[in-house]
């Protein structure tokens, strides 16, 4: 290696192979790791200098020491065990994507800077729209303006659309009453959604500048039109405005389906922007069988899922459409001459249709697994990991000890067991110390629940069997101990789904909501 430390082609061979073989081997024996960690915070730190190297070391010592010192600290998100959050998705056709995104190191901000890099995305976003079944207004090759685009993430995606929303209301108003300010105008616009929605969709509303009021659901979780109805109401009588509304397909907690074709009319004929949060289910509508739970969409003026979820491409992927493209350049368009190019118009210059500047050629990952799984290839991995939901439900039904809170969803099925609270936060501390299986908790109904999902395309029917054979263990261990120190300890505590499950801050931290009935797995990712 030379003495900056840069590499030739062969060396970089040499380099790169090593590290393909790595990731092969690891998802390969990924069973042989414990899926969580049994480090501290702070574990890290010892094992490393505390300055950065002054000369370049070779990549076989680097390699070394990522096995050594950082996969001891790694979660395993593909892990067969791992059942917490959502799925992330993983593919050896999205890693190579990711090499080829890296190695171009395109920043396509505009057609001019790699034609490629956006018409690709045109074309991609557009076979995924119509393989979800999306109505062709969504679509690049739909009629009108509407269109699709990859952001980083749904929580990008919900503030994106916030901020089309509110600019959007803000020239209309001004229409109607041209001496208001935008800042008076912004200053009484007002948001809503569910008290199921994802956290991110909450914290749009901060960095919006745009109250989000959190409205209650139905017994199954999900957002009715009437209540928006009376919430609108309430807040046009108060003066206020209201702009935007987020709706959920596939909730963090229960993956409870809003009512779109109550909220769409609402929206419409109030003239609210709806947006549409699939993050995570809106992958199952690749299967036909599967998108009653969207009825409605077509009232939407915005919708995005994401591919890095359920889909086998790689973090960070999430695609969103919209209605009206006019609406995402009217709010985010800053045009200096530095940015300018003689083709403008003819294709998105998709610095329009997004927060930052730049932007890599994500578009690559998303075609690689598009073309090397199809449509057919999608959908058995779909159908797959929704049956292996369905076998779980059917081990938690079989068992006395144990109940089903919410009938399972796409992957996800909600469980407890049977009895005080403080029993089945037990189980989960016992089940997480031991670290070969991870699962999260969420409160449902005032009651303390487990969230098993379907995470890794790796997972089969043995994998959720042992898995179930771990969490039955660990639940008679709990009856056991009870049993024992029935005798010695007064009866247990009323149920108090609140209470932290156990003292480690990666099983409690921000599982349980304020608003009683809700968690945040995340979108995170």
Known sequence: MATTGDMSPDEFREFGKAAVDFIADYIGNIRDRPVLPAVEPGYLAPLLPAECPQDPEPWQEVMKDLEAHIMPGVTHWHSPSFHAYFPTANSFPGIVGEMLSAGLGVIGFSWITSPACTELEVIVVDWLGKLLGLPEEFLHSGPGSGGGVIQGSASEATLVAMLAARDRMVRRVRQDHPKLSDGEIRAKLVAYTSDQANSSVWKSGLLGAMPMRQLPTDADGAFRGDVLEAAIRSDRQKGLIPCYVVATLGTTVT?????????????????????????????????????????????????????????????????????????????????????????????????????????????????????????RGLQAHIRKQVQLAADFEELVHRDARFEVVMPARCGLVCFRMVGPCARTQELLRRVTARKTLYMIAASVRGQAVLRFVVCSRLTELEDVQRSWAEIAAQAEAVLQAESVAAALAPAPALCDPSRPMGKSPSVVHNMLGSAGNTADPQHTV
């Open 255 to 375: 993956c409870a389906f809003d009512n779109l074709e109550e909220l769409g009319p609402v929206c419409n004929r109030e003239g609210l922007w709806l947006h549409i949060d699939a993050a995570y289910a809106g992958a199952a509508y690749v299967c036909p069988e599967m998108r009653h739970t969207m009825a409605g969409v077509q009232y939407a003026d915005s919708f995005d899922m994401n591919p890095h979820k359920w889909l086998h491409v790689n973090f960070d992927c999430s695609t969103m459409w919209v209605k009206n493209a006019n609406d995402l350049e009217n709010a985010f368009n800053v045009d200096p001459v530095y940015l300018k190019h003689d083709k403008q118009g003819v294709m998105p210059d998709y610095r329009h249709w997004q927060l930052p500047l730049g932007r890599r050629f994500r578009a690559l990952k998303l075609w690689m697994v598009l073309r090397t799984y199809g449509a």
